[in-house]
């Protein structure tokens, strides 16, 4: 396996026990590129395309407290092609990564710290946080693009080396306001980049679309009642759907300068259905449903007068015994995330309700070929208990309600799994379910090719990666013919 190392990132980290600094998140520190990869069983010579995953891979010594979403932002890359394939990884060089290396040390606060803890004014919704870009990673416009999840600058970087692009030149157009969220998403159709960002100033949240040229081309706010926190957004052929869930800052201790979660279950969910620029420009719609918060949205699609949303609703989004500092309550055992179907009549304005599935899942994936249309398959991680890490992966059939499951093993967590689907594929589930393992017990880590029409038979392929690997974020799978790379096929 020839592994170059292109550079080495030098940390200030004290040694320590925190739990998201140490174990399957202890952070990397080398930037390397690695070919000829050690594989168990065979690459698919139909998998053509990259598994892109970020991660929050701290650098420097924190200020205060650490948090789980505190780290820097780092990618790894798989790269296949007709059977061979190719590692990479990169740290996302923000503009807080530089002004950090440069000073040697920690200048921002971590999300459970003051505010005032950081030296200089920060990015996040918030303020004060550094802009790592660590949350999520799409391709978009041929090149990745990765996101904070408390807004900041849209970061580029070739989606093939990993090579750093810097911000996007539309970010300066948004930044006002925040920047952008993580988890803007991709139309298939259309080619188009959906975003949102949101702010403690009014109107507090807005709409935006880049289109396949990488011009910003629609941009409208979205005006909300208050400071909201949402995470993510889903879309269909004529609409965006943004939410204004009832957990969120308490809008009276944040007039005194305090950020404190607090979840008003006595207040409904409302959901923003906004006309996407192609569609007639009627307005915004909003709906209501039963309170709840959700991380995270599956896919959502038209159905005659009904718009219809899948997603994880939470059972319980403040557990009773509150979360701790250090993102240690994050096990979604707490807060109970499941299958869950909205359905909005766009006739009577009303919403229904129902839940799919009573296990608790998240960071989910469908064939994204299907964002925007009904989908049939999901594959939903599987939670370890009390931690940020994955023991395994549920695909569920949205038509009978059927599952099948694949656990890693023991002391093996994997990453969020995108469905890659094949060039010539014949049905939605015509490709494969790939992953990133760290595995505490062999001490490496690797990258799992499993059939999508059949998880539960295991890895059609084990690809084994040059470094043990930090556990992380978001991840995304792009297919070849998408990517405007720099570089070309893979060396023959
Ligand atoms: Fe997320």
């Given at each position: 396996m020839p592994v170059e190392v292109v550079a080495e990132i030098r940390p200030t980290l004290v040694p320590g026990k925190h739990p998201y600094m140490t174990g399957p998140f202890?952070?990397?520190?080398?930037?390397?590129?690695?070919?000829?990869?050690?594989?168990?069983?065979?690459?698919?010579?139909?998998?053509?395309?990259?598994?892109?995953?970020?991660?929050?891979?701290?650098?420097?010594?924190?200020?205060?407290t650490y948090h789980v979403f505190d780290g820097d932002g780092m990618l790894h890359l798989l790269s296949f092609e007709h059977g061979r394939c190719e590692y990479r990884n990169r740290f996302v060089r923000t503009q807080a990564f530089l002004?950090?290396?440069?000073?040697?040390?920690?200048?921002?606060?971590?999300?459970?710290?003051?505010?005032?803890?950081?030296?200089?004014?920060?990015?996040?919704?918030?303020?004060?946080?550094?802009d790592s870009s660590a949350t999520d990673v799409i391709v978009h416009a041929g090149q990745a693009l990765t996101t904070f999840y408390q807004c900041g600058e849209p970061y580029r970087l070739d989606a093939r080396t990993l090579e750093f692009k810097g911000v996007d030149t539309w970010g300066?157009?948004?930044?006002?306001?925040?920047?952008?969220?993580?988890?803007p998403k991709v139309c298939p159709r259309t080619g188009d980049?959906?975003?949102?960002?949101?702010?403690?100033?009014?109107?507090?949240?807005?709409?935006?679309?880049?289109?396949?040229?990488?011009?910003?081309?629609?941009?409208?706010?979205?005006?909300?009642?208050?400071?909201?926190?949402?995470?993510?957004?889903?879309?269909?052929?004529?609409?965006?759907?943004?939410?204004?869930?009832?957990?969120?800052?308490?809008?009276?201790?944040l007039a005194q300068g305090k950020h404190k979660l607090s979840y008003f279950e006595d207040r409904p969910s409302r959901f923003a259905l906004v006309p996407r620029r192609h569609a007639p420009q009627t307005g915004i719609r909003w709906f209501e449903a039963g309170p709840t918060y959700v991380l995270h949205w599956l896919n959502a699609w038209e159905e005659g007068d009904e718009v219809v949303l899948h997603g994880y609703h939470q059972k319980t989004p403040m557990p009773k015994a509150g979360y701790d500092n250090t993102g240690n309550t994050l096990g979604p055992e707490r807060y109970g995330p499941t299958l869950y179907e909205w359905r909005f009549d766009l006739r009577t304005g009303r919403t229904s309700e129902r839940r799919l599935d009573e296990r608790p899942l998240e960071f989910g994936m469908i064939n994204a070929s299907y964002w925007g249309r009904p989908h049939r398959y999901t594959y939903n991680m599987i939670a370890h208990p009390g931690s940020f890490l994955f023991d395994g992966i549920l695909r569920h059939d949205r038509v009978t309600g059927q599952t099948q499951t694949y656990l890693f093993g023991e002391g093996r967590f994997g990453s969020e799994s995108p469905m890659a689907p094949c060039h010539d594929a014949q049905s939605e589930d015509d490709g494969y379910v790939v992953t990133f393992i760290t595995d505490m017990r062999a001490d490496r880590s690797e990258c799992l090719v499993l059939d999508a029409r059949q998880i539960d038979a295991g890895p059609v392929a084990r690809i084994l990666l040059p470094h043990r690997i930090s556990s992380g974020t978001h991840a995304c799978w792009a297919d070849a013919r998408e990517i405007r790379s720099d570089r070309g096929a893979l060396a023959p």
């Amino acid at each position: 396996m020839p592994v170059e190392v292109v550079a080495e990132i030098r940390p200030t980290l004290v040694p320590g026990k925190h739990p998201y600094m140490t174990g399957p998140f202890t952070p990397n520190y080398q930037e390397l590129n690695a070919t000829d990869l050690e594989v168990i069983g065979e690459i698919p010579q139909r998998l053509n395309g990259v598994y892109l995953r970020n991660t929050q891979n701290p650098v420097h010594q924190p200020r205060g407290t650490y948090h789980v979403f505190d780290g820097d932002g780092m990618l790894h890359l798989l790269s296949f092609e007709h059977g061979r394939c190719e590692y990479r990884n990169r740290f996302v060089r923000t503009q807080a990564f530089l002004e950090e290396q440069a000073a040697g040390r920690a200048l921002y606060a971590g999300l459970i710290d003051k505010p005032s803890l950081s030296e200089r004014p920060g990015w996040g919704a918030r303020g004060g946080l550094r802009d790592s870009s660590a949350t999520d990673v799409i391709v978009h416009a041929g090149q990745a693009l990765t996101t904070f999840y408390q807004c900041g600058e849209p970061y580029r970087l070739d989606a093939r080396t990993l090579e750093f692009k810097g911000v996007d030149t539309w970010g300066a157009q948004v930044l006002p306001d925040g920047g952008i969220s993580a988890h803007p998403k991709v139309c298939p159709r259309t080619g188009d980049l959906l975003f949102f960002n949101y702010s403690k100033q009014a109107p507090y949240m807005h709409y935006g679309e880049v289109d396949c040229h990488n011009q910003l081309v629609h941009y409208v706010p979205v005006p909300l009642p208050g400071p909201r926190l949402p995470h993510d957004m889903m879309f269909t052929e004529h609409f965006a759907i943004l939410n204004d869930f009832p957990l969120h800052w308490d809008e009276a201790l944040l007039a005194q300068g305090k950020h404190k979660l607090s979840y008003f279950e006595d207040r409904p969910s409302r959901f923003a259905l906004v006309p996407r620029r192609h569609a007639p420009q009627t307005g915004i719609r909003w709906f209501e449903a039963g309170p709840t918060y959700v991380l995270h949205w599956l896919n959502a699609w038209e159905e005659g007068d009904e718009v219809v949303l899948h997603g994880y609703h939470q059972k319980t989004p403040m557990p009773k015994a509150g979360y701790d500092n250090t993102g240690n309550t994050l096990g979604p055992e707490r807060y109970g995330p499941t299958l869950y179907e909205w359905r909005f009549d766009l006739r009577t304005g009303r919403t229904s309700e129902r839940r799919l599935d009573e296990r608790p899942l998240e960071f989910g994936m469908i064939n994204a070929s299907y964002w925007g249309r009904p989908h049939r398959y999901t594959y939903n991680m599987i939670a370890h208990p009390g931690s940020f890490l994955f023991d395994g992966i549920l695909r569920h059939d949205r038509v009978t309600g059927q599952t099948q499951t694949y656990l890693f093993g023991e002391g093996r967590f994997g990453s969020e799994s995108p469905m890659a689907p094949c060039h010539d594929a014949q049905s939605e589930d015509d490709g494969y379910v790939v992953t990133f393992i760290t595995d505490m017990r062999a001490d490496r880590s690797e990258c799992l090719v499993l059939d999508a029409r059949q998880i539960d038979a295991g890895p059609v392929a084990r690809i084994l990666l040059p470094h043990r690997i930090s556990s992380g974020t978001h991840a995304c799978w792009a297919d070849a013919r998408e990517i405007r790379s720099d570089r070309g096929a893979l060396a023959p």
